[in-house]
């Protein structure tokens, strides 16, 4: 009766759901047209305006709004200084661009594991990981789990190295009371359109460090020291480039989306930690699926809700429940494959098997649907599929 939808069976929804998707209301396509209508469509007010209010939002002094997340942690990589000869440290288990932005600047990538629990970088690991040669250390929030620590803080500080936290899946994420965005020496985050808020493509830093923000904003702009609204102004054409920048600007136009979609971020925060108690609960009863972990003092922004399955009580891996929800009309996803085993960085010579808990995890997480606009109706949907795909897979003799 409850056959499969991969064995011809009748799929639990007609249509896909997806795992990630951006809600766009008729507010923010009238503050696009707004924007649109201005005298400057790039490098005008609307820029400065989002900048500030996203400072507010995460508690920091300066913020700078870049092209993208992966332009945004290439900056860090440049304000960090960066170069051939030095060491980041980096968690295996995030998206390439974690680690892509050291290799822009010529550095090493030093991979490390995570931790098996919220599968956020191990921090004795990263520890021991410092040589005289590192530089930074990049902490991601994976899932929109805080990774940065009061042990890695005070680490970091004591030894002269910048912390950098890869917020991308953690904007409105708190730990210990407080925001991500004010805790580590720079902060980045993404508004690709799967993230908490978008502008199509684009990209934020935030610090509070006067030095590093200056820097910042010269690298994304050619690495020249005033903008032509300054320049209109002063009544001047003088301009000195100083550093090798890049144009990783966002426009007026995006920024406009960006402010009016952070005005709703709390509401769909809320909506995402409804969705995540809603699967937490639902799925307590099915043993082969292990829902996700929150430390102590953590408020996670529930950018994804990671499962993890005992393949012990399965008699198929996680390559075929993957294939059985999607015939069943569940976008699951994986989040991630070990960084250091793409291709790219096995030609560098990173051999696979030094990052165990990692490259153990990724054989079992599946990434549920988890967007705001999903209903509890959708919630359940999945958790049906996943019910009836692990019964008809379970190991039971
Ligand atoms: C999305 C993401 C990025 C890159 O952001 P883009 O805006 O797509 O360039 C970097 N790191 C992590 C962990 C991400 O999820």
């Known amino acids: 009766m409850n056959r499969l939808a991969i064995s011809g069976g009748q799929p639990t929804r007609n249509s896909l759901l997806p795992y990630g998707h951006q809600s766009i209301d008729a507010d923010d396509e009238q503050a696009v047209i707004s924007a649109l209508r201005a005298d400057l469509i790039t490098t005008g007010p609307t820029v400065d305006r989002f900048e500030r209010a996203f400072a507010e939002r995460v508690g920091a002094r300066f913020a700078i709004a870049v092209s993208n997340g992966t332009a945004a942690l290439h900056a860090t990589m440049f304000a960090a200084d960066v170069g051939a000869g030095n060491e980041v440290v980096v968690p295996t288990m995030t998206f390439a661009a974690s680690a892509n932005c050291v290799r822009y600047q010529q550095g090493t990538v030093a991979f490390v594991d995570v931790r098996d629990d919220t599968l956020n970088i191990d921090v004795e690991t990263a520890i021991r990981a410092v040589n005289a040669k590192t530089r930074a250390i990049v902490a991601v929030d994976f899932a929109g789990h805080p990774a940065v620590t009061e042990d ?32 580590a020496d720079m902060t980045t985050f993404s508004f690709h359109p799967v993230k908490h808020i978008t502008t199509g493509e684009g990209g934020m830093i935030t610090t509070n460090d006067p030095d590093l923000a200056t820097k910042l904003r010269r690298f994304r702009t050619h690495g020249i020291t005033t903008n ?26 995006q920024c406009a989306l960006g402010l009016s979609q952070l005005g709703k971020l709390d509401r769909w925060l809320a909506r995402r930690r409804a969705i995540a108690a809603r699967y937490t609960e639902r799925l307590r009863s099915i043993t082969a699926v292990r829902t996700p972990v929150v430390l102590p003092g953590a408020d996670s922004s529930w950018h994804l809700y990671v499962i993890r399955l005992r393949l012990d009580q399965l008699s198929v891996d996680r390559g075929a429940i993957f294939s059985a929800l999607r015939a069943e009309n569940i976008g699951v996803n994986v989040h991630y494959i070990p960084v250091p085993w793409h291709p790219y960085y096995q030609n560098l010579g990173y051999a696979k098997g030094r990052w165990p808990v990692s490259e153990h995890a990724y054989d079992e997480v599946i990434s549920l649907p988890m967007f705001p ?15 009836k795909v692990v019964n008809a897979y379970s190991r039971s003799c």
């Open 152 to 183: 890695l803080r005070s680490f970091a500080k004591s030894r002269g190295i910048c912390l950098i936290e890869d917020a991308s899946h953690a904007l409105g994420a708190t730990m210990g009371g407080r925001a991500v965005g004010s805790m």
């Open 228 to 253: 032509h609204v300054d320049r209109e102004k002063a009544g001047s054409w003088y301009y000195e480039m100083i550093d090798l920048g890049y144009n990783y600007r966002l426009t007026d136009i």
């Open 373 to 387: 606009a999903m209903t509890d109706g959708d919630v359940d949907d999945v958790t049906t599929a996943l019910e």
